[in-house]
T-cell receptor, first 109, second 114 residues
Framework: SQQGEEDPQALSIQEGENATMNCSYK?????LQWYRQNSGRGLVHLIL?????REKHSGRLRVTLDTSKKSSSLLITASRAADTASYFC?????????FGTGTKLQVIP | DADVTQTPRNRITKTGKRIMLECSQT?????MYWYRQDPGLGLRLIYY???????NKGEISDGYSVSRQAQAKFSLSLESAIPNQTALYFC?????????????FGPGTRLTVL
């Protein structure tokens, strides 16, 4: 079964707005990562947050992690049409990384 | 990322045929993975390998086999393809170093089994 579940499954916003995606997971983790996938292509790593961190920033990305609630959120600020993609959370436990089902983001110009 | 390549990029085959998907990497990473992606199901791990002599089953290994021919090469085989193996297949690598958890993905192979 999937470790991570993203919410919402799909999100459509106007360019310039912020986009927030959430990820919930089931078991203890070492870290949580977010990946981006453009249509039909390989995933690209965006950001990693460790289990002892609560918030992390990278450019227009802000990730939070709440281990007590087993949840994480990815915020993309000032979205651009080029941000249109699917976004996946991935949790790392023992030896391997498990991916969630993804949020499909559409940014309308 | 051209450092991880997959061949073929697209393949259409018939039920019962044997298929091999190949993955090569120039990143020098020890760890390699095979995933399949289906709409609405995200990525599911098929097999993974931490070095040439190490092969591990993932979440959905039934119907698949792998071979780690060298550090740089990891092949996935479907011995007798069936239609529900139609999916997008990704190879990924990871250096396996402490604190380095990012996975690097190949461009994917789109497999259709008729």
């Amino acid at each position: 079964s999937q470790q991570g579940e993203e919410d919402p499954q799909a999100l459509s916003i106007q360019e310039g707005e912020n986009a927030t995606m959430n990820c919930s997971y089931k078991t203890s983790i070492n870290n949580l990562q977010w990946y981006r996938q453009n249509s039909g292509r390989g995933l690209v790593h965006l950001i990693l947050i460790r289990s002892n961190e609560r918030e992390k920033h990278s450019g227009r990305l802000r990730v939070t992690l709440d281990t007590s609630k087993k949840s994480s959120s990815l915020l993309i600020t000032a979205s651009r049409a080029a941000d249109t993609a699917s976004y996946f959370c991935a949790t790392e436990g023992y030896q391997k990384v498990t991916f969630g089902t993804g949020t499909k983001l559409q940014v309308i110009p | 990322d051209a450092d991880v390549t997959q061949t073929p990029r697209n393949r259409i085959t018939k039920t019962g045929k044997r298929i091999m998907l190949e993955c090569s990497q120039t990143k020098g990473h020890d760890r390699m993975y095979w995933y399949r992606q289906d709409p609405g199901l995200g990525l599911r791990l098929i097999y993974y390998s931490f070095d040439v002599k190490d092969i591990n089953k993932g979440e959905i290994s039934d119907g698949y086999s792998v071979s780690r021919q060298a550090q740089a090469k990891f092949s996935l085989s479907l011995e007798s393809a069936i239609p529900n193996q139609t999916a997008l297949y990704f190879c990924a690598t990871n250096p396996g170093l402490a604190g380095s958890n990012e996975q690097f993905f190949g461009p994917g192979t789109r497999l259709t089994v008729l």
